[in-house]
């Protein structure tokens, strides 16, 4: 492939970006500015180069807006609200199951016994809990 100092395929273009950072030794700084005049392509990019770093230094943090996050103070919720929030997120079926643990947990509080035998379904609520036999003490 035939090389020309105009394309910027030239030997000298990768020393571009050393270059303009000011990472180049004063050797590489001399021979890449001698360069830079006999190569119209590397001379063009780095022009272009330097007015985009021109233009990035140009700019303030003054000019960019002001962003002001400001916080709500928390409303507090009374149980109601809560508990009225959850059932509308709940699916059905959570809701059936937490009535049906709610019905067993009055159940059990009102002392009720449910059995089922032959002779049929039997439920028997007492809440004063008296039972029909007092109770047994352990000894040993």
């Known amino acids: 492939m035939k090389h020309t100092d105009n394309t910027p395929d030239c030997r000298m273009h990768e020393s571009l970006v050393t270059y303009l950072y000011g990472e180049a030794t004063p050797e590489e700084r001399r021979l890449f500015e001698a360069h830079l005049s006999a190569c119209a392509a590397c001379k063009q990019e780095a022009d272009g180069f330097d007015r985009v770093r021109g233009m990035l230094q140009q700019w303030k943090l003054d000019d960019l ?7 709500m103070p928390a409303h507090k919720r009374s149980v109601l609200e809560s508990i009225k929030e959850l059932l509308l997120v709940m699916p059905v079926w959570a809701k059936a199951m937490s009535a049906v643990a709610a ?9 009720t016994e449910v059995s089922i035998d032959g002779s049929g379904f039997r439920m028997r609520a007492d809440l004063l809990r008296r039972g029909d036999a007092a109770p047994v003490a352990a000894t040993l």
């Open 65 to 71: 807006p002001v962003v002001r996050v400001e916080t």
């Open 103 to 111: 019905a067993i947990v009055v159940l059990a509080a009102l002392g």
